[in-house]
C-alpha cells in the first residue's frame, strides 16, 4: 500500500501484552490464581483479536495494527493481523499512548487505540468509534469504571494525557477536561466494561451462560 493511500485510512492500534503467566491480569490473578488468570486473558485476547479483523472487513477505512508489549512470539496472532506488528517501546501505558497518538496527520488519516480486556467488544463499536471521528478529531468510549476502552484522534494529541491520571475512576472525566481546555470537540461512543477482578468474571460468565 503506498503513502498516499495510507493517509485515507484509520490506524486500529490494538494494544496487547504478551500473554506470559504471572504477568497479565494480575488483579484477577490474586483472587483466581496466575493460571486461570492468563487463561482468562488468552480469551480476551482471541476475543479482541476476532473483533477487530470484523470490523476492518465492515470499514476498509480501518487498519489494525497489533502493538504488542513483551515479545511477540508468544502471542496467537491470527493471519489477519499478521501484516503490521509493532513493539510498545516504552514501559509506560503513557508514553506508549503518547507514541501512538502523535501519528495521526504523519502516516494515517487517524488512530483508534483499543485494549484486550473488553469480554462484550463488538465489531459495531469499533466501526462507530471510527465514523465519530468523522464530524470530531476525537472520539472517547467510555469505560463502566470510569477510565475509557478506546480513544481515537484525527489531530496529534501532544500533552493531552500529561495531565490526565490513566487507570483511575476519574480519568474519563480529567481526559474530557483535558481536551476541552484544548478547545478540542469529542464524542463518545459505546460504555464496555472490562474484566480487572473476580467480579467481572463472574459477570462475564453469567452473560457468556445466556447466550
Known amino acids: 500500500m503506498n503513502p498516499a493511500a495510507d493517509m485515507d485510512l484509520i490506524e486500529l492500534a490494538v494494544f496487547v501484552r504478551t500473554p506470559v503467566l504471572g504477568k497479565v491480569k494480575t488483579r484477577l490473578a490474586a483472587a483466581i490464581g496466575p493460571e486461570k488468570a492468563l487463561e482468562v486473558y488468552k480469551k480476551l485476547l482471541a476475543h479482541t483479536f476476532e473483533a477487530a479483523i470484523a470490523a476492518c472487513r465492515m470499514s476498509p ?4 495494527v497489533l502493538w504488542h508489549r513483551g515479545p511477540v512470539k508468544p502471542i496467537d496472532i491470527p493471519a489477519d493481523l499478521t501484516a503490521d506488528v509493532r513493539p510498545q517501546h516504552h514501559d509506560s501505558m503513557r508514553e506508549n499512548l503518547h507514541e501512538i497518538l502523535r501519528a495521526p496527520g504523519l ?6 487505540v ?24 476525537v472520539s472517547i468510549g467510555p469505560a463502566q ?7 481515537g484522534t484525527t489531530i496529534p494529541l501532544d500533552g493531552i494525557l500529561d495531565c490526565v491520571p490513566l487507570s483511575r475512576g476519574d480519568t ?7 481536551l476541552e481546555a484544548r478547545g478540542l470537540s469529542h464524542a463518545r461512543g459505546p460504555t464496555l466494561w472490562d474484566v ?10 453469567k452473560e457468556m451462560r445466556k447466550k
Do not use: S, Y
Open 114 to 137: 483499543i485494549g484486550a480486556d473488553h469480554p462484550t467488544l463488538e465489531p459495531g463499536h469499533i466501526v462507530t468509534m471510527a465514523r465519530l471521528l468523522d464530524g470530531h478529531p
Open 196 to 205: 480487572d477482578t473476580e467480579t467481572d468474571l463472574n459477570r462475564w460468565q
Open 172 to 178: 474519563l472525566e480529567a481526559l474530557e477536561t483535558a
Open 145 to 151: 469504571d470510569g477510565g475509557f476502552w478506546a480513544l
Open 61 to 64: 477505512d480501518i487498519k489494525p
Open 107 to 112: 502516516t494515517c488519516r487517524g488512530v483508534i
